[in-house]
Nanobody
Framework: QVQLVESGGGLVQPGGSLRLSCAAS????????MGWYRQTPGKERELVAT???????NYADSVKGRFTISRNNGKNTVSLQMNSLKPDDTAVYYC???????????????WGQGTQVTVSS
C-alpha cells in the first residue's frame, strides 16, 4: 500500500523559513509528478507547487520567488523550502503524488495526511 508521510510543519514568525518534506513508502511501480497543496478552513485546497519526474516546476503566483520545490527520485521524496513566510501562508500543507502501484495500473493521485504550518508573531 502506498503512503505519503509529511514532516517539517510548525510555528514560525513572519519572515521566517520552514522546510517541508514528504516521503513515499510502500510498494509501487513509478512516481510521476509530485507536489504540495494547502488548505485553510472554509476554503478549497489550492496548489502550491508541483514538480515532474524530470524536474519541471510550477508554482502558485502567491509563492513564486519565496518557495522552492525539489525532489529526490532515488529516495522518492519531495521537499518544499519556504522562505519569507507570511501570515497568509498559514494552512495545512498536503503532499501529493501521481503514482502507479504496479506496471499494469494507471497512475492515480495519492495524498499525505497533512502538516500544519502557522505563521504568526
Amino acid at each position: 500500500q502506498v503512503q505519503l508521510v509529511e514532516s517539517g510543519g510548525g510555528l514560525v514568525q513572519p519572515g521566517g523559513s520552514l522546510r517541508l518534506s514528504c516521503a513515499a513508502s510502500g510498494s509501487f511501480f513509478s512516481i510521476n509528478a509530485m507536489g504540495w497543496y494547502r488548505q485553510t478552513p472554509g476554503k478549497e485546497r489550492e496548489l502550491v507547487a508541483t514538480i515532474t519526474s524530470g524536474g519541471t516546476t510550477n508554482y502558485a503566483d502567491s509563492v513564486k520567488g519565496r518557495f522552492t520545490i525539489s525532489r529526490n527520485n532515488g529516495k522518492n521524496t519531495v521537499s518544499l523550502q519556504m522562505n519569507s513566510l507570511k501570515p497568509d501562508d498559514t494552512a495545512v500543507y498536503y503532499c501529493n503524488a501521481l503514482i502507479a502501484p504496479t506496471r499494469w495500473d494507471r497512475y492515480d493521485y495519492y495524498w499525505g495526511q497533512g502538516t500544519q504550518v502557522t505563521v504568526s508573531s
